[in-house]
């Protein structure tokens, strides 16, 4: 079993930044992401990390604004923020799966957290 805490959230002016954590207890060897989930929308990907960190995938949407890292010591994956827009406003959540290397796809991972709530004004 894991199970993911979020923290980080908050609400920034557009152009600000923030730092997601995602701290996971249990098994801590699976590849993690990130998705946001838009009111009326499905939930979408973000960004993933494999469980070595060697392989990440991002989102077009975020690409060479947001960074997603992990810290294996410490068991916690992170989600740098930056260049936030107004269009970034959602909840937020962590997950973990067992696919190898990462993954997309929503119905794929196993063990999500509560979610943290980011919200960006313009």
């Known amino acids: 079993q894991v199970q993911l805490v979020e923290s980080g959230g908050g609400l920034v002016q557009a152009g600000g930044s923030l730092r997601l954590s995602c701290a996971a207890s249990?098994?801590?060897?699976?590849?993690m992401g990130w998705f946001r989930q838009f009111p009326g929308k499905e939930r979408e990907f973000v960004a993933a990390?494999?469980?070595?960190?060697?392989?990440?995938d991002y989102a077009d949407s975020v690409k060479g604004r947001f960074t997603i890292s992990r810290d294996n010591a410490k068991n916690t994956v992170y989600l740098q923020m930056n260049s936030l827009k107004p269009e970034d406003t959602a909840p937020y959540y962590c997950?973990?799966?067992?696919?190898?290397?990462?993954?997309?796809?929503?119905?794929?991972?196993?063990?999500w957290g509560q979610g943290t709530q980011v919200t960006v004004s313009s």
């Open positions: 997950a973990a799966t067992t696919k190898w290397p990462v993954e997309r796809r929503v119905r794929s991972y196993g063990y």
């Open positions: 249990g098994r801590t060897f699976y590849a």
């Open positions: 990390i494999s469980a070595s960190g060697r392989n990440i």
